[in-house]
C-alpha cells in the first residue's frame, strides 16, 4: 500500500511539472505575440529633448498647459537605432514641429515599443540636449552639435 501512494504522488508531481512548465510555456509565447501596432503623431511640440539617441521627451502645447512626453525606442544595434531616427525639414519657418512614430504592443503589455521615430521640424529648429543618469555608471547631459 505504501509503496502504491509512493507511486501515486511521483506520478502527480511529474504531471504537475508538465502542467508549469505548459503554463510558463503558453504565457511566454502570448506575451511575445503583437496584438497592436500602428503609426501615432505628436503636434504642437514646443521642444525637443535628446537623452540619448534612443531616449527623447517632448514638451507638447495644450493651450496655456505644456506637458512632457516621453519616447523610447526599444533597444537596437547602433546602427538600427541611427536608422530609426529621421529629421526631416519640412515644417514652415514659424509653425510648430510635430514628430511621427511607429509602434507595437505586445501581449498584456499597455507599453508602446518604439521602432522609429521621424521629427518634422523647420530648418532653424534645433533639438536640445537632455540629461541623462545611469546610477553608479554615471551620468550627464547630451550636447548637441549645431
Not at 496655456?64 to 519657418?93: F, G, H, N
Not at 518634422?120 to 552639435?145: A, C, D, R, V
Request: glycine letters at 8%; charged letters at 20%.
Amino acid at each position: 500500500m505504501e509503496r502504491l501512494f509512493s507511486g501515486c504522488v511521483t506520478v502527480l508531481g511529474f504531471l504537475m511539472v508538465i502542467a508549469l512548465v505548459g503554463f510558463v510555456v503558453f504565457t511566454i509565447h502570448q506575451e511575445s505575440k503583437v496584438v497592436e501596432s500602428g503609426q501615432e503623431e505628436i503636434h504642437d511640440i514646443a521642444t525637443i529633448y535628446m537623452h540619448e539617441l534612443s531616449s527623447y521627451t517632448v514638451v507638447v502645447r495644450e493651450g496655456e498647459v505644456e506637458r512632457p512626453i516621453s519616447l523610447y525606442l526599444v533597444p537596437l544595434t547602433l546602427q538600427e537605432m541611427q536608422d530609426a531616427i529621421r529629421i526631416v525639414r519640412d515644417v514652415e519657418k514659424g509653425d510648430s514641429p510635430w514628430l511621427e512614430y511607429y509602434y507595437e504592443m505586445k501581449g498584456s503589455s499597455a507599453v508602446k515599443n518604439i521602432h522609429s521615430i521621424t521629427f518634422h521640424l523647420s530648418p532653424e529648429y534645433n533639438i536640445q540636449g537632455g540629461g541623462w543618469n545611469h546610477g553608479k555608471f554615471g551620468q550627464g547631459q547630451t550636447l548637441i552639435l549645431e
